[in-house]
């Protein structure tokens, strides 16, 4: 148990600059199905209101590991070639706890015969606190954890562009532009946000006409720390059935499964194992998706992408 608290705790002070920029942009393995908390742009390309909700239960196991739920809304007005969006966002690890609201606005500008470049811009906000008096530490007298992180409101703002057809996608993104302090009860700043930037891609092949293969990949940065990228490719039988895997370089790797109940509901689920040491403390990461579109009118249609 002291164990797993110290290695948690060693994560918690080191991992600000380093593992922190997955807790202040949370990281998802189907991250296609909740795109619109990073990409604002991707706000009514669908050409349907969605609602999407994901749960994932990080390093299982691990006390003190990542529990990360998100809601995302989305749909078109049409008439005005605009799209709407709402994300929500309930993130916590170890003493951290973090709560967020963004709405979204895009534009979307058609290029030719099905491309469209998109335009977004996101405002919201984050709630963050951390109980550091809570935890158990090795000298209960150390100054750093004497006090707790008080409540922190963050309001933010974020930026994004995407260009995209039914076959294909590709963008960037600054989800979050302002770098916020958070204090702790006495007043003394503790911790900053960073700026992080997006990039993003994916195609879908028509293999045959029962069979198609969808490979993207996500580029992450952060402010003063190294580079990720996720890489992922499903197959897709029969428009029902999807079936792939992902690897995040220098952290994960893993399954993923969707099944189209219909062409409304969708249930997903993936399986992540870490690839590096504390895979000997914990049993992997589940994430769980539930997605539904609201087909509103029989005359509309897709302003975009329908595999993505």
């Known amino acids: 148990m002291f164990v797993r608290i110290a290695g948690f705790t060693l994560y918690l002070l080191m991992g600000m600059s380093f593992y922190g ?10 991250y296609m199905n909740n795109i619109l908390t990073i990409q604002p742009a991707y706000a009514g390309i669908s050409g349907s209101l969605n609602i999407t909700g994901i749960s994932r239960a990080q390093w299982v196991g691990f006390e003190g590991a990542p529990n990360t739920n998100s809601l995302t809304i989305s749909g078109p007005l049409r008439r005005f070639n605009v799209g709407l969006g709402l994300s929500i966002v309930n993130d916590k690890w170890g003493p951290i706890r973090q709560n967020g609201v963004y709405v979204d606005y895009a534009y979307h500008v058609k290029l030719g015969q099905d491309q469209f470049l998109s335009f977004g811009v996101k405002g919201g906000f984050n709630v963050s606190q951390a109980y550091l008096t809570d935890l158990w530490v090795n000298d209960p007298g150390d100054p750093v954890f004497a006090n707790d992180v008080k409540i922190n409101f963050l309001p933010n703002l974020g930026v994004g562009v995407m260009w995209h057809s039914d076959r294909f996608f590709l963008g960037v993104s600054s989800p979050k532009i302002l770098k916020n302090r958070m204090q702790n009860e006495n007043g003394e700043n503790v911790y900053r946000e960073v700026l992080h930037f997006y990039g993003m891609g994916g195609y879908v092949f028509f293999l045959s006409d029962v069979l198609k293969f969808k490979p993207t990949i996500l580029y992450r940065w952060a402010e003063r720390t190294p580079s990720f990228v996720d ?26 499964f969707q099944f189209n109940v219909n062409t409304q509901l969708k249930f997903g689920y993936s399986y992540d194992q870490t690839t590096f040491h504390p895979t000997q403390v914990n049993s992997g990461t589940h994430e769980f998706l539930i997605s539904y579109d609201f087909v509103y009118s029989r005359r509309g249609r897709q302003v975009v992408p329908r595999y993505f």
Do not use: C, E, H
Request: hydrophobic letters at 40%.
């Open 21 to 30: 920029i997955s807790q202040q942009d949370p990281v998802f393995t189907q």
């Open 231 to 256: 890489f992922s490719g499903s197959f897709l039988l029969y428009d029902r059935v999807w079936i792939g895997a992902t690897y995040r370089m220098k952290n994960s790797y893993g399954l993923i």
